[in-house]
């Protein structure tokens, strides 16, 4: 059985995450979308949808568990959600409080990856596991192996798009439109950063980064055969958190990990001396309901508490 986590850091420890970012509200505002933002008690942004065409959602993702966990009645009923189900995906662990407030658990904890860049280049070179840190050398001592940073506009066409799309069709997930992609480097010049590795003149691999605030999110990439042979993606994710790190982001997050069902890739992640921190789980809220669904997420709690990734 997992440990419980019930304590959150405040936002003046944490930059926001990427899906509550304003960075974020404008490349959807851009795509036509209009999601609300409030301000009280803490920053927010909250999508809204409509189940069937008919019954209308609140979405929270990566939310600050404090909005939900403390007294909200008052931005409820300004902001019209008194008697919207709201799904809830808080950013940090508070099963407790969700479930005294009522809320009922429906997926459990997804785990994250974050690397430091508050500290110095060397001591985020000691966190590096050996085996990949020792990949990383061997990429950094290829004369061929060519590393290009852009913050340029994205080309809709561009062959990342291309191969991330065919990647997604090919295992069955998807990720964000090309076209919202496009919109977030748009509305936000400069967030977007394109790194680039090249075999000669040839690319072999390339990652893609979302700037909001203080932080960083990796958003998508590939790597070709000849990429992984050359360990392109371990020297391009150092850059990365180099460049960034010299330009006042604070931390990189690196998405979720999965140590079951996605070893290489966890594992790749952690390597880069990324920790892996427990998110909130999901959960099903309506507030009218009160405390009164108190007893179905006690019935759940146990799958909702935080134990490895």
């Not at 050996?130 to 852009?150: F, H």
Request: hydrophobic share 40%; net charge positive.
């Amino acid at each position: 059985m997992g440990i419980m986590f019930d304590r959150f850091p405040s936002r003046g420890e944490r930059p926001l995450p990427l899906q509550q970012h304003p960075n974020f509200v404008a490349a959807l505002r851009a795509c036509g979308q209009d999601p609300l933002q409030v301000h009280r008690p803490v920053p927010a942004v909250i999508l809204r949808q409509r189940l069937g065409g008919r019954v209308p959602v609140a979405m929270l993702a990566r939310a600050e568990p404090s909005l939900i966990c403390d007294d909200c009645d008052d931005w409820l009923h300004s902001n019209g959600l008194a008697r919207t189900p709201i799904i809830l995906s808080p950013d940090a662990p508070c099963a407790t409080r969700l479930a005294k407030r009522g809320a009922v658990p429906l997926m459990t904890p997804n785990w994250v990856a974050e690397i430091d860049l508050t500290v110095s280049s060397d001591e985020r070179r000691a966190r590096l596991h050996q085996k990949w840190r020792n990949r990383l050398v061997r990429a950094e001592g290829n004369k061929r192996l060519r590393i290009s940073i852009s913050t340029r506009a994205l080309a809709p066409d561009h062959w990342l798009f291309t191969a991330d799309l065919a990647l997604q069709r090919r295992r069955g997930f998807r990720n964000w439109p090309t076209a919202l992609t496009l919109a977030y480097a748009r509305e936000n010049p400069d967030q977007a950063v394109l790194i680039t590795a090249r075999d000669g003149r040839k690319d072999v691999a390339a990652m893609l980064f979302l700037r909001h605030g203080r932080a960083a999110t990796y958003h998508i990439g590939h790597s070709t055969p000849a990429g992984r042979a050359l360990s392109a993606h371990t020297l391009i994710l150092w850059r990365a958190a180099c460049w960034l790190a010299e330009n006042g982001v604070a931390r990189l997050d690196l998405g979720q990990i999965d140590t079951r069902n996605a070893t290489g890739l966890a594992r790749f992640k952690l390597g880069s001396g990324a920790v892996a921190r427990p998110l909130g789980g999901t959960w099903l809220w309506w507030p009218p309901l009160g405390r009164s669904a108190r007893w179905l997420a006690t019935l759940d709690r146990h799958r909702m508490q935080a134990g490895s990734p």
